[in-house]
């Protein structure tokens, strides 16, 4: 296993659903496993809640490596403008050293176990893993304990920080996927915390001072908010142990009592354009106000998004394709790739399509992406719902491969739901849906809604916002 500390950067959206890898059954000398064996092979997932509100969760599989992490209830969410990019910037001072270890012997400690230790910041999320051997989960909790209670936040790490993450700025303005989600959360969510970008404005990257990172952990890094997950060779009642000696002066209270408490984010339908006629292709996102994370509707909207899928120029099949709008994209050569995306939060998301087409085809692209969502409120059939329900399921069994997402995906789910949403109850959830469930959701989310738009590069041929809005709705006899 090669040893690394890495940050695993922004995280733009979210998966719901996932599961683990299945217990193998041998079939002609070849390992298998069907389906139905995979939503019984999932292995408990068990949870324990110290006095101080840290949980702790645990999925044990008897491998030999485990993964286990620290998930936090914070993200760029929690952030105002004069602090916007505080939970990123923490995510870079994080591996720079502890008040027990400096950088060089906390990444001579990671070496010498051959581990992998990573963080990640989105919207509402922090997180800070390590991958190792089961062997030593004790000294990787430690070290977690270390990194997120004792960061040294030195002064001059502080300012060689500033220069990094200012170069990764301008790196992430290159990856124009970003740009164009990060725009469209910008205009969907104007004037609320959803709006800020998870690596926050270069001016704050440059002003941030020790004292707002001081206060930003003091504020937001509490116990309730945490849960310690772990996945792969380990066990329960070790990691509750070592979470009591690690974890249990984590503190629990707020100064005068404030708690803070998110302000409801409201969706604006508006357009935000970056022209650029010197760019080659264009990148363009659609959205609605979709639903949150734990919305019943969720599961539908996941159906109505497997139905639309996803479209690359690399992809074979042709206009033998399941998806339309991939098919319409081959037919007419209308795009480079597109995705449906559902990027779901506590109490509001974005359900969207997005796509990268030449300046030519902006117009008819938007059209059928439209006309796509249009089918979904209307026209949806058996056959649509039985296939996207299929492309949904291996999806969700095969996103899980490996300790690392098993442990993400628990750390999660916990913070979401308070608990760890089994694949078995999924797939109960994904069969209960129906062509008629599809048409009357979508049109609950989709039909006749002011959408939210942003667009970059040579977008002179993207269509007037009112004509686009027009579009949202069919007038029908």
């Known amino acids: 296993m090669a040893a690394s500390i890495c940050r695993a950067g922004k995280a733009v959206g979210r998966v719901l659903a996932k599961t683990r890898s299945p217990v ?8 298998s496993v069907s389906y139905a064996q995979s939503l019984l092979g999932a292995p408990e997932t068990r949870i324990t809640t110290l006095e101080n509100g840290l949980r702790i969760a645990t999925e044990e599989s008897g491998h030999p490596t485990c993964t286990v992490g620290l ?5 760029s969410r929690y952030e105002n403008e004069r602090n916007n990019g505080a939970g990123f910037f923490l995510e870079h001072m994080a591996f720079k050293g502890t008040k027990k270890l400096p950088q060089s ?5 990671v070496e010498s176990m051959g581990a992998h230790l990573s963080a990640y910041t989105s919207r509402e999320h922090t997180a800070y893993f390590m991958k190792t051997l089961s062997k030593d989960l004790p000294r990787a909790v430690e070290l977690l304990s270390d990194v997120v209670q004792s960061s040294a936040l030195g002064e001059s790490d502080l300012e060689r920080q500033r220069e990094v993450v200012l170069r990764e700025l301008e790196e992430v303005e290159g990856n124009l996927q970003d740009v164009c989600l990060d725009l469209l959360h910008a205009t969907a969510f104007q004037g609320t915390p959803l709006g800020h970008s998870v690596l926050g404005p270069s001016h704050n990257a440059r002003t941030l001072t020790r004292e707002d990172l001081v206060e930003f952990i003091s504020t937001h890094y509490k116990a309730p908010r945490m849960v310690l997950a772990a996945a792969g060779g380990v066990n329960h009642g070790e990691l509750v142990d070592l979470a009591k000696q690690h974890f249990s002066d984590l503190s629990f209270e707020y100064e005068g009592d404030a708690v803070p408490v998110l302000s409801p984010c409201r969706f604006t339908g508006s357009e935000i354009l970056m022209r650029d006629d010197a760019m080659p292709l264009a990148h363009i996102a659609i959205a609605v106000e979709g639903t949150s994370v734990t919305n019943p509707d969720i599961v539908t909207l996941m159906v109505a998004n497997a139905i639309i899928g996803s479209y690359d120029i690399t992809f074979g099949g042709g206009k033998n394709l399941s998806s339309r709008l991939a098919r319409k994209a081959v037919e007419g050569k209308l795009c480079h790739s597109f995705q449906a995306f559902h990027s779901s939060y506590s109490d509001t998301g974005l359900l969207g399509i997005y796509f990268v087409a030449d300046k030519h085809h902006i117009e008819d692209m938007m059209h059928w992406a439209q006309n796509q969502w249009m089918n979904l409120c209307t026209t949806v059939t058996d056959s649509d719902v039985a296939r996207a329900k299929n492309l949904l399921k ?7 491969d490996g300790t690392t997402p098993v442990c993400e995906d628990i750390g999660r789910h916990i913070l979401d739901y308070g608990r760890r949403i089994p694949l078995a109850e999924w797939d109960e959830r994904i069969n209960a849906v129906t062509p008629k469930m599809v048409r009357e959701v979508c049109t609950k989310y989709i039909y006749d809604k002011c959408p939210a738009i942003s667009a970059v590069g040579p977008i002179e041929q993207l269509p007037d916002y009112n004509r ?4 949202m709705y069919w007038l029908r006899l």
């Open 468 to 471: 686009i809005r027009s579009a």
């Open 71 to 75: 998930w936090i209830g914070c993200g």
């Open 24 to 31: 193998l059954s041998l079939r002609q000398g070849r390992a």
């Open 394 to 400: 291996a999806s969700l069994v095969g996103q899980l």
């Open 105 to 109: 012997a906390l990444e001579q400690e």
